[in-house]
């Protein structure tokens, strides 16, 4: 059973979560509504994951908490109450609440996140070419978003073939009319064809993590979108500046799935003003 307690516990879990900005919105929403609650961040090694989530949790009254990388997959195991259905579909969860009876109910908001952050800069998808490079847990919401919104087709290239082909079975499974594959290769993902090109990988989150795509290949009309919000302009979003292509970073991803995680929580409206302001160091979508 979960505690009661005067001070609400939230936070993330992930391996690292030092870089992350999370942190920052939810103190700033929770002293919007003068909350008495704290948004921590949880280091959790892989090894130490099945602990947390049957021991520490409850040690530490924890209300509810966010999962990310290298957790999103393995979490799933972990739940024992309602599952919302992108967690169903992509076996991948980023948001856990604790409930009164200590059962842990999990929602995957990544991929509306995703959709309403482009929504917000005016790019559609529907009708769209879409080039993802990644298949782990951020990209299958991704992707399956995007299916959701029809796509003219959407190609996914993965250096974990089978990964990528897993990805794409359950593209087909549940959007059967996209046209989606798996390519083999970088070269093969027609990004100079392609109207937007998305990185879900952490390539890029370090200063020697290499270019992963070729600088020809970015074209005018091309928008780029990098998960990756720290460092705020990777060596991918710089260069789609230098090649004149619109782009942006994972903070407003960021911040809309923090927001759908805040009122998953609390059941309160969230303060997208007062959540965007706690994140207004980051990038915003350049030309």
Not at 20 to 31: E, I, R
Not at 46 to 67: A, C, H, M, Q, Y
Not at 154 to 177: C, H
Request: aromatic share 10%; net charge neutral; with cysteine.
């Amino acid at each position: 059973m979960k505690k009661t307690s005067e001070k609400e516990r939230y936070g993330l879990i992930g391996y690292p979560v030092k870089h992350s900005f999370s942190h920052m919105m939810h103190n700033a929403a929770f002293a919007h509504y003068k909350m008495d609650a704290v948004y921590e961040l949880f280091e959790v090694a892989p090894e130490l994951l099945e602990k947390f989530f049957k021991d520490t949790v409850f040690e530490k009254n924890i209300s509810g908490f966010n999962v990310t990388v290298p957790h999103k997959e393995n979490a799933v195991q972990y739940l024992n109450g309602d599952k919302d259905n992108f967690v169903k579909i992509n076996s991948a969860v980023n948001t856990v609440r604790v409930e009164k009876d200590g059962r842990l109910s999990g929602a995957n908001t990544d991929g509306l996140g995703f959709l309403r952050d482009l929504n917000e800069r005016g790019v559609k998808v529907e009708g769209k070419s879409i080039a993802l490079i990644g298949a782990g847990g951020g990209a299958k919401a991704v992707a399956t978003a995007i299916a959701s919104e029809s796509p003219e087709k959407l190609f996914v290239f993965d250096v974990d073939r089978l990964k990528a082909e897993k990805l794409i079975g359950i593209l087909k499974e549940f959007y059967p009319n996209i046209k989606v594959q798996a390519m083999e290769s970088l070269e093969r993902l027609d990004i100079s064809g392609s109207d937007i090109l998305i990185n879900a990988t952490p390539v890029g989150m370090k200063e020697s993590d290499p270019l992963l795509v070729k600088k020809e290949w970015f074209h005018d009309g091309l928008f780029v979108y990098d998960l990756i919000y720290n460092p705020r302009e990777s060596k991918l979003l710089k260069t789609a500046r230098e090649c004149g292509c619109l782009w942006a970073n994972g903070l407003g991803m960021l911040l809309h799935q923090g927001a759908l995680a805040f009122e998953m929580w609390t059941g309160k409206s969230a303060p997208l003003d007062v959540m965007r302001e706690a994140l207004s160091e980051g990038g915003t979508c350049s030309k």
